[in-house]
């Protein structure tokens, strides 16, 4: 017996988890800090997540976010979702599908097979289920990771626990973005304040050079 009254093996499995759940999340750290497109950082976490080996999740994934509709899902990132369900998926209002109902409760939704759930689906759509896991910022949804799993796969603790970790970390990508844009926005209006303010100077100067020069003028008895 190891630690915590554990058997060796299961203590092993239990760090080695932890190692890869720590590993994965420091990349994702280090993925955000670069400087790519949105798609991009989003499209690499997707890989990030689905590359640890003893998770059950499929080759497969995406990421929605919230837009200007704060009720609908706009599909930012995918890998390797059929090109039928991308145009599906590409908006869904809170409530539709698996991952509309997550972003409806703002909590993980699971499912194990094909239910009644599954609002989008297309001919030949193949066996599957799904967490689709909420990236929240204080009850508010910021957008859902939908990830894949093999019919009948078991609902597990440490699957949710990393993927609650990874949309913390997401919610800190997307706040850090928003902030970003908002400073970026505020000089983009005052430089036009600022060019603006120029222009008015520019032109009170040249006004003024022209009622001096007519006052001159007049002083002269020159005709105007």
């Known amino acids: 017996m190891g630690e915590n009254n554990l058997p060796d093996s299961e203590l092993e499995l ?22 790519l497109p949105m798609k991009d950082v989003l499209e690499l976490i997707i890989d990030q997540i689905i590359s640890i080996p003893w998770l059950s999740f499929e ?15 706009v599909l930012k990132a995918q890998r390797r ?3 039928s369900l991308q145009k599906i998926c590409s908006r869904v209002p809170f409530g539709t599908c698996i991952c509309g109902r997550a972003a409806l409760s703002g909590k993980i939704v699971f499912t ?40 009948g796969h078991k609902q597990n603790k440490h699957e949710e626990e990393f993927l ?5 970390v997401l919610t800190s990508l997307l706040k850090r973005k928003e902030a970003e844009e ?4 505020n000089l983009i209006e005052l430089e036009h304040w600022q060019t603006l303010t120029v222009g008015r100077e520019l ?17 002269k008895h020159e005709p105007v």
Do not use: F, W
């Not at 239990?14 to 400087?35: P, T, V």
């Not at 030949?124 to 929240?136: E, R, W």
């Not at 609650?164 to 913390?168: G, L, S």
């Open 81 to 83: 979702l059929p090109e």
């Open 203 to 219: 032109k009170m100067i040249e006004l003024k050079k022209q009622i001096s020069n007519l006052e001159q003028r007049l002083e």
């Open 14 to 35: 239990e760090i080695q988890r932890n190692y890869d759940i720590q590993k994965a999340l420091n990349e994702i750290l280090r993925i955000m800090l670069e400087d």
């Open 112 to 151: 194990d097979h094909l239910d009644k759930r599954h609002d989008n689906t297309y001919d030949g759509i193949s066996p599957h289920g799904h967490y689709c896991v909420p990236i929240l910022s204080n009850d508010i949804v910021l957008g859902v990771i939908n990830l894949y799993v093999k019919e």
């Open 182 to 185: 908002k400073i970026s926005q």
């Open 164 to 168: 609650r970790a990874v949309a913390d």
């Open 59 to 73: 080759s497969k994934g995406s990421i929605s976010l919230v837009e200007n509709d704060p009720d609908i899902l």
